[in-house]
């Protein structure tokens, strides 16, 4: 179930921390990529070299690389990140946490992530019950974050009580039910993708040159974490195969409509990557039109806007994410398309941006929330992309 997810472990000063190499050692059994983050004083109970070797990655504890002036991105690792546990969780990591401090570097990727975050104590009994840990245990809840609770049993101090971290093999077991029952697991997810084609006449259309790639992504990684996807495409050479997946094969903007309206009801979120045509011949041939030596006037009409649609109809339980392709003034074109069409979340890219656009493997984005807050990614695979905007929505939902 964690095979290819993201794992980023924080390993905090309590000795409970040499039980971090059996997390590792476990999670890297479940196939899932992980990477660790050890605070100083972690290092009097565990090496890093230790935590590395089982990881097969390097293992982070400063901003910068063998005291030199490269440094190590905090930022970069909380993005990577599908979910961050911090476990242990010591007394004092905790109360940073819920203070906000960042004074090393497990704490600026904590404040950095974008991810799920999970925290399991480990203290002495009267440390974990007492009411300054209590209130930041609380606290952090209150934000978001999800407790693991410690066990009771025998303790470092020779007392027993609850205070125990909770044990490796329970840790993973939240990770894979988190991954099974996440944001998206049992809901129901509208996804349009791909051109649409406006007919001329009998065989000839107008249209564009989406392959659809984007959607394809979006649709098999909501399937992947559990979602029932309504995958509504216009012509293209491939379509997502899932048990989860429901593919609608459309080929007009007025068909995908029809669709999608009938669809909606039960829908919890609707993304809109499909490349609609904006504009569709006023009159079309019912045969196939012949070269006569004169040329062809056509009229062309505006067609239904269906983000926009669908937009009149949302409520504030559901979740809409559109996409905006631009060639120029990106930003103030998707800020507009955000307000008119109801979005929460607008996915931008230029083709101004080389390695972005119609056809390709890659995309580069930046996507703005209806606050207008902005999140810009480098350039990635079009799988990393859908990654990265599955990530932004479930901080929305």
């Not at 440390?127 to 009771?152: C, E, F, P, Y």
């Not at 470092?156 to 093999?169: F, I, V, Y």
């Not at 894979?176 to 001329?200: C, D, M, Q, R, W």
């Not at 959607?215 to 909501?222: D, N, R």
């Amino acid at each position: 179930m964690l095979a290819g997810k993201k794992i980023l472990l924080a390993v905090s000063g309590s000795i409970a921390a040499y039980k971090a190499a059996l997390i590792v050692r476990l999670l890297i059994k479940e196939q899932a990529e992980v990477r660790v983050i050890m605070t100083e004083s972690a290092k009097s109970f565990v090496t890093p070299i230790t935590l590395s070797t089982l990881s097969n990655q390097p293992v982070y504890s400063s901003f910068y690389k063998n005291n030199s002036e490269e440094w190590h991105n905090h930022v970069a690792l909380g993005l990577w990140a599908d979910v961050l546990i911090i476990a242990p969780a010591s007394a004092n990591t905790l109360s940073k946490m819920a203070q906000g401090l960042c004074d090393n570097f497990l704490l600026s990727v904590y404040l950095s992530a974008r991810c799920p975050v999970y925290f399991a104590p480990a203290m002495d009994l009267d440390m974990l019950a007492h009411a300054a840990t209590q209130k930041n245990i609380d606290l952090l809840v209150s934000r978001g974050n999800h407790l693991i609770g410690s066990d009771v049993g025998e303790l470092a101090s020779g007392l027993n009580g609850k205070g125990r971290m909770a044990a490796p093999e329970s840790i993973v077991n939240v990770l894979i039910t988190h991954f099974k029952t996440g944001v998206f697991h049992n809901k129901k997810v509208l996804i349009t993708s791909g051109p649409t084609y406006e007919a001329l006449d009998a065989v000839r259309f107008i249209g564009n040159h989406s392959s659809g790639k984007m959607g394809y992504a979006l649709a098999t990684l909501f399937a992947e974490q559990g979602a029932q996807v309504v995958f509504v495409s216009g012509p293209v050479k491939n379509y997502p195969e899932h048990e989860h997946i429901e593919v609608v094969k459309v080929t007009s903007a007025d068909e995908m409509l029809m669709v999608c309206k009938s669809q909606y009801v039960d829908i919890d979120f609707a993304v809109f990557a499909a490349a609609v045509a904006d504009y569709k011949p006023s009159k079309v041939f019912d045969k196939k039109h012949k070269k006569n030596g004169a040329s062809i006037n056509l009229t062309l009409i505006e067609n239904p806007d269906i983000a926009q649609e669908l937009g009149k109809m949302k409520t504030k339980k559901q979740i809409h994410v559109g996409f905006a392709l631009e060639t120029h003034n990106e930003e103030a074109f998707a800020k507009e398309k955000i307000k008119r069409k109801n979005f929460d979340l607008i996915v931008l890219n230029s083709l101004q941006d080389q390695g972005a656009g119609f056809g390709q493997n890659t995309n580069k984005i930046t996507v703005y929330d209806r606050f207008e807050k902005q999140f810009p990614f480098e350039l990635k695979h079009k799988k990393e992309v859908a990654q990265d905007i599955l990530k932004l929505m479930a901080s929305y939902a």
